[in-house]
């Protein structure tokens, strides 16, 4: 149930609460959300939040609001309240209000073939580019969140560090010497299928924005490849790679010491995809950090070759 006084900020007529639709995105992010339904038949999705979040989730609904009112597509606001605010406080959460869109499933994993999907995933990344939003956020360091999370696991999981540490040397000696001199952009930070809520055709939208901030501009590219890539390493020489790499190189947009670094970047990000797997101690999912790990570094000057033209 959904107490009436955490809906009539945003003056929504309830009609019917709808735990029978299924909301794409990560659950983990909110400590409850569900869709509604109002008298005029139109969906939302309500979630509530610890007011702690607040801020991070002001600073996000923002964000929203200034790509869409630049005309970037496929970026879906949150809906402020009758007051002009978008989060409401009530008994220890701050509560959120955003349009439910309506998806298609994603066949997974033969998605990854699908060669549309490749020129629909540049196509929004291209837009995103040219943002002209300001975000005050610092500037994320990805060397630095691997140097710490490879000191926290070498403290904790020895006998996983064991096995990361070539893994570990390998983006140290191949992508900090240019990290820094890569050009950075407005990146959405965790850009990858399940964030997207597909048509048949198209993207009708891209959620989650949790990450988003200042990165290296091929971030988004790599993060999106290298999941392509896990749910079917075949994915890597056929299927959507290869039009979303294509599409962007031939936009123009993207300078030559990114697209030269883009395999150390792919591997680099898999750091972040490690620790998630710790922090649920997915063991199976672990062991297959390693084994891709070796196939992305076995195939560098193939993949390189077959990416960028």
């Given amino acids: 149930m959904i107490d009436p006084a955490v809906i009539k900020p945003w003056g929504i007529d309830l009609l019917h609460v709808r735990s029978d639709i299924p909301i794409p995105g990560s659950p983990e992010r909110t400590d409850f959300r569900t869709v509604i339904e109002d008298v005029h038949q139109e969906l939302y999705i309500i979630e509530a939040v610890k007011t702690k979040f607040a ?34 406080s009530y008994i220890e959460q701050s509560w959120q209000v955003r349009p439910y869109i309506q998806g298609i499933s994603l066949n997974r994993p033969s998605y990854v073939l699908d060669y549309w999907r490749g020129e629909a995933v540049a196509t929004f990344l291209l837009a995103l580019k040219n943002t002209h939003l300001i975000d ?7 060397p630095a969140y691997i140097n710490q999370l490879c000191k926290t696991i070498r403290q904790n999981r020895p006998g996983i560090y064991a096995n990361i540490r070539p893994m570990f040397q390998y983006v140290q000696e191949n992508l900090y010497p240019v990290y820094d001199r890569m050009p950075v952009c407005f990146s959405h ?17 891209v959620i989650d924005w949790e990450f988003c901030g200042i990165k290296p501009e091929l971030y988004d590219a790599a993060n999106m490849v290298s999941c392509l890539g ?55 999912m672990i062991r297959m950090e390693f084994d891709y790990f070796d196939i992305l570094s076995a195939q560098i000057r193939n993949l390189s070759a077959i990416w960028w033209k």
Wanted: with cysteine; proline share 5%.
């Fill in 55 to 88: 801020p991070a989730k002001i600073r996000i609904a923002h964000i929203l609001e200034q790509l869409s009112l630049e005309g970037i597509p496929k970026v879906i606001p949150y809906c402020k309240t009758l007051d002009g605010t978008f989060l409401y």
């Fill in 189 to 205: 930070g965790d850009y990858h299928a399940l964030n997207i809520i597909w048509q048949e055709k198209s993207i009708a939208a």
């Fill in 136 to 142: 005050d956020k610092p500037i994320f360091s990805l």
């Fill in 230 to 284: 896990i749910e079917n390493p075949e994915s890597l020489w056929t299927g959507a790679v290869l039009p979303f790499l294509h599409t962007l190189q031939s936009s123009g947009q993207y300078s030559d010491i990114s697209i030269k670094n883009f395999i150390f970047l792919i591997i680099a990000l898999r750091f972040a995809w490690l620790a998630e797997w710790l922090r649920k101690n997915d063991n199976e």
